[in-house]
Structures are given as C-alpha cells and as structure tokens.
C-alpha cells in the first residue's frame, strides 16, 4: 500500500508564504519607518455595522436594529449586498449594514455606540479608496506598446486562447463604445448611482480593461494580453479618482455571483477596512483569483486590498527591469511588471499612456486570464503556483520586497504549462488535443515542510514502494 503525502496541496500555497498573517497597521509602519501618514479620508455620514449570530437580544430584528439606528441619528439602513446562497433578512445570521447619516454627523462618536453593542461584531466608518495611475500623457496619440517587448511579454500572444473567461475590472467604469473592446464587455453595473450604466468618465477603468482585453489584429489602437477576455465592468470610482471601500466591498461580491474567475483592483487605501477584507475572503473561498496594485507611493505602506492575505500584490518595473521608484514595496508583493508609460485604450476610441502599479496589476490579470483561456480546468491556486514558477527576480536574483517572485518569463510559463514553444504546439485549427494534460505543477518546498518530513523520506528510501 503507497500512502501518498499531499506535497502538491501544502506546495500550492507557495505563492502566499511571504503575506503577514496578521496585517501590520499602518499606524505601526509609519512609527518604525518615519512615514508620515495623511489623515484617513471617509465617507460622509456612512457606518458599516456588522450584526453577530442571533445570541439572544437579536439586534436583527427590524424593531431592534430600526430603533437603534434611529437612536443614533441615522437617516436610513440598507443591507450590504449578501454572499450568493446566503440567506440573511433577520433570520438570525450574521449580516452587514450600511448605516446612512448627515454628513455633518459625528460619525466617530457614533462608531464608538454601536461597537459597545453586545451583538454587533464592528462597527467602523466606510473609508474611501485612491485609484493607482497618473495622469494620461499624449491621449491622442497611438505610441508603441514597448511592455510587450521589453521582457518578450508580447509571445504570449502566440499562445492557444480557446475559451472564454470571466474579468471583473472593479475601477471607473470602460468605454463600452470603444473599438477596441467592442465583444469584450458583458455588462457591469455602476455602484455610485443605481441604475446608471458603468460610464468610464475618468479613462482610467477603459485603460485597464485594454491592457487585460483589447482586441487584437483589428489594425487599430492596441493589443490586450486576452483576446478570449469578457469583462465585467463594476463602476466604483467617480472621474476624480476616488471611491468608496463599502462600493468597493459589494463590487467584488457582485463579480463573485456573476461568475467571474479574475478580479482586477488596481486602487487601493491604506486603512484596513473589515467590510472590504469580507468581501475578499469571500471571492477567494470561491476560488476567484484577485489581483490588486501594490501602490504608487514608493514606500512600504501596506494597501489594502493587495495587503490581504491570499490576493496576488502587484508592484512596478521600469522598462529595464529594474524596479520602479512610484511602488510600493513590502514582504506581501507577489509580482512586478512593467508600470511606465503602459499604452492603453482610452475613452473616445483613443489611447492613452499611463503609469503606475494599476497597470502593472492589470498585465499580471491579463496574463493569468490567458492561462485560464488555455485550460479552463485549472483552479485559483494552480494559476497562482503557474505564475511563480513563471518568475524570474530582479534585484538581488531572489525573491525580494522589491520584485516578490518577480516578472513573468514567457519560456518559463510554457514550460509550466507544458507547452513545447509558442507556436509548434498549437494545431492547424488552434484547437488543444482532447487528451492535453498540462503538466505537474511543483512548487519549491518550504524549509519547515523539508525538516518535518524527514523521517517520512528516510523510511521511504529504505522501505521504498512498501508504504
């Protein structure tokens, strides 16, 4: 009888050893490094209150939670769109709330109550997001796209994309009448005012979405990393840039329930907001990829989402693949690409050329989505230990906090996925063999796991093939 050790699910996780379990604050960092943080930006008037299970006051109950509410000065209540499958209307479980109040409000003193509740779980205020692009230079002009080239990105081109996946850009909206992306977008939804179409009025959402799905060999504009990219545009930022992590925590659940296996968040803030982490953990128990930008601070501020544990963190190369002085660094970044005059699409059917880790965090989705258009079977962790093995360090030639695992090397990702080169697997017709299987996806093996399973390998050299 062989009993196998399950090396490969401990070494699937290989992508997140290096995130802090337990998120260091911001107030923290800035005390040992010097930073000098701004004072946190919030919401107008607006409280997220998290109910506890029913445990006997029942602060669920419409009368309850109503009165308090009203006790406080609140205008209105809402639920917080709930998880897929989660029955919640004041049944007894657990439930978030968005507590609406004047503007002028205390909304500090008002946090302080309802967290000296026995059933409410938190109670905190909704923090705003920044997006993490800079201003568009030469928006009228078509420039080369130079990031394909710089570490041969633009190969991946070459490689089979034979099924559709599902993107959720959680941004500014796109340009649903852009020539580029006309075929890519399947619908969206503007969390700012109801009922409004997802209209990118910043032309930062419309860049990203190029960057991951512009159409290619249409002679015109630019070519996105997918051609097989169907985006789901989730308007949470208005055109200045700025946004709400409660609009921001409902986006994502959204894109969870309409199926979406990618989401891209190229923003971030530096406050740890529960409701925003929630909504996190919740599209990565369902198996959804999230990729977030580290920041463009160029210091070790830990953002949020990418400073949360299982989303990949994506920081800012230069085109001589050498780190870009904008990003953020930390122990948690997974990835860096090129972040330095990325040419993109651009509201209006123009293109624009951008900076920052926004559109670093947006190659790395456009590149996993590719993986995903390649074999559809592969789960969230595969993809994740698929693009490790994929890197290539900068720096110190190892994984630093700099660069994380580094750039993804084409060669590399075709070796991973088995693929013998860029053109001599793909068929006269592009399609993949029935029988395709890729192969085994190793990661390198923690020192811990090394040291533990010792005295398993030693029986196993000496008893070979009899346990």
């Not at 998880?83 to 302080?112: C, H, M, R, W």
């Not at 050498?322 to 660094?329: E, K, T």
Request: with cysteine; glycine share 10%.
């Amino acid at each position: 009888m062989n009993i196998k050790i399950p090396i490969f699910a401990l070494a699937i996780a290989g992508l997140l050893w290096t995130h802090t379990i337990v998120a260091q604050s911001a107030a923290e960092l800035a005390r040992y490094t010097g930073i000098t943080l701004p004072k946190p930006e919030t919401v107008p008037g607006v409280i997220i209150l998290k109910t506890k299970l029913n445990l006997g006051f029942n602060i669920q109950s419409t009368d309850t939670l109503s009165k308090v509410a009203q006790e406080l000065g609140a205008q209105s209540i809402r639920k917080l769109a709930p998880e897929k499958g989660i029955k919640t209307p004041f049944s007894g479980a657990a439930a978030t709330y968005v507590l609406q109040f004047s503007p002028s409000a205390d909304i500090n003193a008002a946090v302080e109550q309802l967290s000296d509740q026995p059933d409410i779980a938190y109670a905190e205020p909704a923090y705003t997001f920044k997006l993490f692009g800079e201003t568009p230079d030469d928006l009228d002009y078509l420039l080369k796209q130079t990031y394909l080239s710089t570490s041969q990105l633009g190969e991946i081109l070459a490689m089979p994309a034979n099924h559709d996946v599902t993107i959720a850009v959680i941004d500014t909206g796109v340009d649903a009448t852009h020539p580029d992306l006309q075929g890519h977008l399947i619908g969206g939804y503007n969390f700012l005012v109801t009922k409004n179409a997802p209209i990118d009025d910043s032309g930062h959402g419309t860049h990203i979405a190029g960057i991951i799905g512009a159409r290619i060999n249409n002679h015109l504009g630019t070519a996105g990393l997918n051609p097989k990219s169907k985006i789901i545009s989730l308007k949470i930022a208005s055109a200045t840039g700025i946004g709400s992590q409660v609009a921001a925590a409902e986006a994502i659940r959204y894109a969870v329930d309409n199926g979406a296996r990618i989401i891209n968040c190229s923003w971030g803030y530096f406050v740890y907001n529960q409701v925003l982490k929630e909504a996190v953990d919740y599209a990565i128990a369902q198996g959804v990829i999230v990729v977030a930008a580290m920041g463009n601070n160029g210091n070790q501020l830990k953002q949020f989402p990418a400073g949360f544990l299982g989303v990949i963190a994506v920081g800012s190369m230069d085109h001589t693949l050498n780190h870009a002085s904008f990003s953020n660094v930390g122990e948690h970044i997974a990835f860096v690409e090129e972040g330095v005059g990325i040419v993109s699409t651009a509201p209006g059917g123009k293109t624009a050329s951008l900076t920052g880790t926004s559109q670093s965090a947006a190659i790395i989705t456009g590149i996993a989505s590719r993986i995903l258009s390649y074999n559809p079977r592969l789960t969230a962790h595969e993809v994740g230990t698929i693009l490790m093995l994929s890197a290539e360090p900068i720096g110190e030639g190892q994984r630093n906090p700099e660069s994380g695992n580094g750039y993804i090397v084409i060669e590399k990702l075709f070796n991973a996925l088995n693929i013998p080169s860029a053109t001599g697997f793909i068929a006269e017709d592009g399609a993949i063999p029935e029988d395709y299987k890729p192969a085994p996806v190793k990661a390198p093996e923690p020192f811990w796991l090394t040291i533990i399973l010792v005295p398993y390998r030693i029986v196993e050299f000496l008893f070979g093939g009899l346990i």
